[in-house]
């Protein structure tokens, strides 16, 4: 009964003492600016015993920002809430969930890119590439969203575009795959150079198909691969 009138006493003295602003669930505090561009800030869920509300704070300074998992018995969390003063002290037993402001920023990159808005995503991703590149869970988003630039630049037969894109890609994740039955990411350069390579060749300009085929080769040890064979060998034909 003491720790329910205790945490009861927490949550009236700290819906007073907020404003409405700290408790909007999804509220745009951004005045009209993209979600990286505002000011950083974590978000705080309460449980259900708290009605699930929604706390914002000034970013908290966990180690290496990342939420700790274990804490001790009665331990609280000191924060700042958004246009307050002072500081507030939220017990761990009344927090669901805490989302970083780089986290927030991924999701909304990562729903950028299931859009097909890339354009923009790229914004998002060059902003946590500058400012959170050890967060976890930006190497994989990344990479989805740089093999998404490819597919898009393909389908706009833009294949000089999509290699460039393709080789960061390798450059980040030489394994990489879209799903475990997609083949590796060098056999989608391959496969981007047969069809710039075969434009060289069709408009007779055989140095530059040349000079393209042997950097591929060399540059990624392709000498056994399909389409360095192949392109090998439209080149001794003409």
Known sequence: RSRTLLLTAFAVGLALSLPATAWAQGEDIGDGKKFFEREPFDKITCTKAFDEE????????????????????????????????????????????IDLFEQMVLEEANKLVAAAKLDEA???????????????????????????????????????EALGVAEELYSQNPKYRPTESSPPILDRIGFLAEKIIGDYIVKEDFRAAKTLLRRLETQYNAGGEPFVKNLRGKLTEV
């Not at 970013?59 to 609280?76: D, L, Q, Y």
């Open 122 to 160: 790229f914004d998002y991703f060059s902003f946590l590439e500058r400012n959170y590149k050890k967060m976890d869970g930006l190497p994989e988003a990344h990479q989805n969203y740089l093999y998404q630039c490819v597919v898009s630049s393909v389908k706009n037969m833009n294949y000089d």
């Open 54 to 97: 929604v706390i914002l704070v000034n970013p908290i300074a966990f180690p290496n920002r990342r939420v700790p998992t274990k804490h001790k018995a009665g331990e609280k969390l000191r924060v700042q809430p958004l246009d307050l003063d002072e500081q507030k002290e939220v017990p761990w037993t009344a927090i669901e969930k």
